[in-house]
């Protein structure tokens, strides 16, 4: 990790003694689906005040936590620096806001069967049970904005023509703030098939039983790798006013690294899928 940061600070300074100039801008929106990683001890140490936390949650079954951040939870505004004898490869650097609802989260669930009345027949005798059921869960999740610095090493693959490719390497590191922990814990009357809360509150109304807390956390860093994979589309090959113009889809498979306070540091790996715009002034 270290060497990649260094490698590219390396090659940022070394542009500034040859023949660069700033060629493109880019604006880029995107979202960043993978699996979080956290567990109950996690929790109770960012939310040491929690009172759901310091129950006893061993009847819990615990269910792997994915987690998708919808279009617009990272947004990126970048400059591109023409690299001089290097006509095919880009340097972009900017910078780079992303909304992580979901840094670290856990979560189980539990039924539970219970006798709700007892029917006998007036003719035999004989008794008929009748059963019920509810559903417990609980779900905590760390979440946090972070600002990077954001830096790639672009390479174009007929970067002349209407439809072009690109891929590469890059690099960002930034810090946290507004980060919080939210624990929800419920009570389903009926049972919850899907588990998670939200859909509690749609379709069990106020028949399931909400309970909330919300804890304030300090600030850490984050930092991140990733490899630029992408599609590009000139607007305009006529008109002058569209040829500046492209469309570009990128793909970013990587994986992230935060570090957060009192806890430590935690690994994510996964996949950023951006759509952007980039103007060409040369």
Known sequence: MKK????????SLGTAQAQISINEIYLQSGSFFGQNKGSLADFQTLAPGSSILQQDLSAYQTYPQMFF?????????SVGLGLGKMPNATLRLGLMHTSQNNALATGGSYTETFRVDTLTSSQSGEQYF????????????????????????????NADKRWSFFGGIGANFGLSYNAATTVHHRVSPYGDGFG???????????????EQEVFENKG??????????????????KREFW????????????????????????FSAGN???????FQFK
């Open 196 to 210: 998670y809360g939200m859909f509690n509150d749609i379709f069990m109304g106020s028949g399931a039983n909400h």
């Open 4 to 11: 990649i940061l260094f490698s590219i600070a390396l090659l």
């Open 130 to 157: 009748v059963d019920s059921f509810s559903t417990h869960s609980f779900n905590a999740n760390y979440a946090q904005e972070q600002l990077r610095i954001d830096a790639s090493l672009l390479f174009r693959y």
């Open 69 to 77: 951040n919808l279009p617009g939870q990272s947004q990126s505004l």
């Open 220 to 237: 850490g860093f984050g930092l991140g790798v990733y490899a630029p994979l992408g599609i590009d589309f000139q607007i305009g090959k």
């Open 243 to 266: 040829k500046p113009m492209h469309l570009y889809m990128e793909l970013r498979p990587g994986f992230n690294i935060n570090q957060i306070a009192g806890l430590g540091t935690t």
């Open 272 to 278: 950023f899928s951006n759509v952007g715009l980039r």
